[in-house]
């Protein structure tokens, strides 16, 4: 049953997988589990993870989170870094083709659910659209503090002190806040959330976004959502605020100046070059700043 | 006497009929009497000499007054700085230290102190205690300096733990440290017994400097002399003994 | 001649047993503002479980343990919620452990580590975090520059000495030590227990000090209560059970210390 597909071919829907991989019971207690993440913006919901065709590590969270929502008439997107075209995205959408058969796409307006690994889109979301996230380490104290009994008690009290430790650590150490990913962030004003490792420069997007956002965590078994239009404020101290980071150039492909820029080594000398890290959004710019015929060929 | 309830009202130490017994209980049980039927009255501005060999258990008195040593009979009022006259035997903890900190002193022969502590700290620190005792720790110090410097403590040992002194040093930081922080009952045990003769003629000048001030002190002078200089009067120990 | 009214922890009847077996024996004793008192006794007195007891860390088996809090006077320790209990373990209480390193966050900086409570009540100004970090490190000896230094780069006697930087920087009124001094070299030992000294002279705080070194209680505490078996056999002022011992067993004791 399992030939190697020709890479153009689009993979089929196999009728003897239920839709979306899990059984029905299963996708209804993980959308409990969200519904109550939603209710409770920010705060990790338990949830029964399953075993998945693929092993930890590698998006199982993400990948139970969408199959649990996902529906016959939604348009997924899926991107690994940014990029649609990595192994992992294209692997992940290759899977949801064969147990779904939804429309998929690289157009990050065109999607209903875009999953996505560490990373945020560059396209401003919209309502209606959700973005699951796949999370490794949903506890945002984890490496300050190991035990998972006193880590529930510190959330449950609001004791973020340590959150403040950390950061006060680097202050020291750096002379500035050393964290560029999964920084920290304080949701609706009420528990502190891991936002998956994604760049900082990445964590203005998500204060007040028109989109659902959902963190699927499977190996630790948690899931948790930050609701439309929340706020969501990256720790800092009063003397040295939260800071995003910046380049001196614009990408090399598209010009733009105002996405994540990928560090591209493309040869043994050292070379480099800058490269916008959302693929779509690279395409997207290029087709605005060059005329049709002359599109330059896509690098990946 | 026996002791009755109301003490002397201006009396800074009374105390009626006490009686002070050792149990050795590692030893059988063993009691060992040392006093009986102790009585002293000591009022402002006087200087009271115990005398009598040794054994005769005038350290005792010395320690029961200051509640070292727990009374097996008998009352000792010691009258606190508001003129309340407060019966030891029968105050708590709290109360003994309150009395311990403004209304006696008690220079022992031994100097005890927490070693590799500076002996101008030493000295200092009764002005130190509480948290609004009014000094500042330099201020503090700087009164140390000058009682050191009264009691012809080399400058150069200012800096140093005491525990390597002679023991006539370690006697004047004693004495210096008791002195810096006057209070109205003063009891001294052989203030003078390690001393040279100017340094036991400035105890001479310090003890009657007290004594016009007010305070009463009870003390223990092995030397005749200056026994004879400060005591205006002297209790013999010896009608006091306990008969086992 | 007192101005207060009740103490700052009052304990009554306090019995903790672990079955059948009673290590802690109704004991009752009243703390006052500014006073040290000295748990003395050997091992399997009970004497660990007792602090441990007073301080909120072991429910006694009956008894009551309560403190003045600010504001509303003695309240039963054990009938504050989780969240109070433990602000109040922040902030107006301290513990300082026998082993500084259950006391301290190993793998975070000295400044981190004392300033730690200050960011826990609400502190987000990182100057003046670490200007009061470095007032404390100073006031407890410890060079400031090791300010961003980790405590296992530290001696024994500065890691203690960190662990009551920490645990101080609130003021607390109450502070909970548990043979503070043991295993450290005699040398600094002596000048541990003289910085304690003058802290708790300094800021007129309460302590309860469980040790096994009658030298530490004579010269840290006012007070002192000897264990033995679970029961208060001797309590008073420190000199006094010291120098007069009543019970067999303080006799006992006392005659025990070997002279240096």
């Known amino acids: ?300 | 006497m026996t002791p009755t309830q109301t003490p002397a009202p201006t009396a800074l130490l009374d105390m009626q009929s006490v009686g002070k017994q050792f149990v050795l209980h590692l030893q059988n049980s063993t009691a060992l009497p040392v006093l009986s039927g102790f009585d002293l009255r000591l009022l402002p501005g006087e200087c009271v000499r115990l005398s009598g060999p040794s054994g005769m258990g005038k350290s005792t008195v010395l320690k029961l007054a200051f509640g070292n040593y727990r009374a097996t009979s008998g009352r000792i009022w010691v009258r606190d700085t508001d003129g309340q006259q407060i019966d030891i035997t029968q105050a708590d903890a709290r109360t003994v230290l309150h009395l311990r900190s403004h209304a006696m002193g008690y220079v022992s022969q031994f100097l005890r102190v927490i070693p590799r502590v500076a002996a101008i700290d030493i000295v200092a620190a009764p002005l130190l205690e509480g948290p609004d005792s009014g000094f500042t720790p330099a201020q503090a110090r700087e009164q140390a300096a000058l009682w050191l410097t009264r009691l012809r403590i080399a400058p150069a040992l200012w800096q140093l733990p005491p525990a390597t002194f002679s023991g006539g040093e370690q006697q004047r930081i004693n004495i210096a440290r008791s002195f810096i922080k006057p209070r109205p009952l003063l009891l001294l045990d052989e203030p003078t017994a390690s001393l040279d003769p100017e340094n036991t003629q400035t105890v001479i000048e310090l003890i009657a400097q007290a004594r016009a001030q007010g305070i009463g002190i009870l003390g223990i002078f092995h030397d005749a002399v200056v026994a004879q200089a400060v005591a205006s009067r002297t209790v013999a120990m010896h009608s006091f003994q306990a008969t086992p | 001649m007192h101005e207060l009214t009740q103490p700052l922890l009052r304990v009554q009847n306090l019995h903790c047993a672990y079955g059948a077996r009673a290590v802690v024996r109704d004991i009752s004793l009243d703390l006052w503002p500014g006073e040290v008192l000295a748990i003395v006794g050997e091992s399997g007195s009970g004497k660990t479980t007792l602090l441990n007891a007073l301080a909120a860390r072991h429910a006694p088996t009956s008894g009551t343990v309560a403190f003045a809090m600010r504001g509303s006077g003695l309240q039963d320790i054990y009938a504050l919620s989780e969240a109070q209990a433990r602000l109040l373990a922040r902030t107006d209480w301290g513990f300082v452990h026998q082993h500084a390193a259950d006391g301290l966050r190993m793998n975070v900086s000295a400044g981190a580590n004392v300033a730690e409570r200050l960011m826990a009540l609400g502190q987000r100004h990182y100057g003046n975090l670490r200007a009061q970090a470095g007032d404390w490190l100073a006031r407890v000896e410890i060079d400031p520059s090791r300010i961003d230094d980790r405590p296992d780069t530290f001696s024994g006697g500065m890691r203690q000495r960190l662990q009551i930087a920490r645990n101080l920087i609130t003021q607390p009124r109450l502070v909970f030590m548990d043979e503070p001094t043991s295993g450290l070299d005699v040398s600094v030992q002596a000048r541990l227990l003289d910085m304690l000294r003058m802290l708790t002279r300094q800021m007129n705080l309460a302590a309860v000090i469980v040790t096994h070194d009658l030298a530490v209680a004579r010269l840290l505490a006012q007070r002192m209560l000897v264990m033995q078996g679970g029961v208060a056999v001797e309590t008073g002022l420190t000199d006094q059970v010291l120098d007069d011992p009543q019970h067999p067993y303080t006799q006992l004791l006392v005659s025990s210390v070997l002279p240096p």
């Open chain 1, 1 to 300: 049953m399992d030939q190697p597909e020709a890479s153009s071919a689009a993979p089929v829907r196999d009728p003897h997988i239920n839709f979306a991989y899990l059984d029905e019971r299963t996708k209804r207690m993980i959308r409990r589990a969200i519904l109550k993440a939603v209710a409770i913006p920010g705060y990790q919901v338990p949830f029964g993870s399953r075993e998945m065709p693929l092993p930890y590590g590698w998006g199982t969270g993400g990948i139970q989170v969408t199959a649990s929502i996902i529906g016959p008439d939604d348009v997924l997107k899926v991107i690994d870094q940014g990029s649609d075209d990595t192994v992992n995205a294209v692997n992940i959408r290759r899977f949801f083709q064969r147990t779904t058969g939804v429309e998929v796409t690289t157009d990050t307006t065109a999607a209903s659910i875009i999953q996505t690994r560490h990373r945020i889109p560059e396209t401003p979301l919209q309502a209606g659209q959700i973005l699951v996230y796949q999370v490794p380490v949903p506890e945002p104290m984890q490496h300050l503090e190991p035990r998972e009994v006193e880590t529930r008690k510190l959330h449950a009290l609001q004791e973020y002190g340590l959150m403040h430790v950390n950061l006060f650590e680097d202050l020291a150490h750096y002379g500035h806040i050393a964290t560029t990913y999964d920084y920290p962030v304080l949701v609706n004003g009420r528990y502190i959330m891991s936002p998956s490792p994604i760049p900082k420069f990445d964590n203005p997007k998500m204060h007040q976004n028109p989109a659902l956002q959902l963190f699927g965590a499977g190996r630790e078994k948690r899931i948790y959502a930050v609701p439309p239009f929340t706020d969501v404020e990256s720790l800092g101290f009063e003397d040295h605020p939260f800071e995003v980071q910046h380049w001196d150039h614009p990408c090399e492909i598209c010009g733009a100046r105002d996405s994540f820029l990928d560090e591209v080594l493309t040869d043994d000398q050292g070379s480099r070059m800058f490269v916008c890290s959302d693929s779509d959004y690279c395409a997207k710019q290029q087709a605005l700043h060059t005329p049709p015929n002359t599109l330059p060929p896509e690098t990946v």
